[in-house]
Nanobody
């Protein structure tokens, strides 16, 4: 059974930092591009960051220079280190695994809430 379990969300002040984690199970981790998406109330879900098994990364322009995505193949975990947080970063953050080797598959976590407020 495939599971993506996010953790690390919470309330943080503007300018603060937070690290999100997504632990994957039931998949061959190296076959997947790992992504973080976010969705704020009333807004479209957007791709925040992506990382391949070879550690190539991509970021949304709005978070570039502030967020860092990484993956740990030994732990089957992807991280999103968020710094210099802004109120507009407030959203539900979702971990996504997209298979890119040996077939197609797409899995989602349940999400973790990040609220940036003073």
């Amino acid at each position: 059974q495939v599971q993506l379990v996010e953790s690390g969300g919470g309330l943080v002040q503007p300018g603060g930092s937070l690290r999100l984690s997504c632990a994957a199970s039931g998949i061959r981790f190296c076959d997947y591009v790992m992504n973080w998406y976010r969705q704020a109330p009333g807004k479209q879900r957007e791709l925040v960051a992506a990382v391949t098994s070879s550690d190539t990364t991509n970021y949304a322009d709005s978070v570039k220079g502030r967020f860092t995505i990484s993956r740990d193949s030994k732990k089957n975990t992807v991280y999103l280190q968020m710094t210099s947080l802004k109120p507009e970063d407030t959203a539900a953050y979702f971990c996504n695994a997209k298979k890119v080797w040996g077939g197609w598959a797409d899995y989602w976590g349940q999400g973790t809430q990040v609220t940036v407020s003073s």
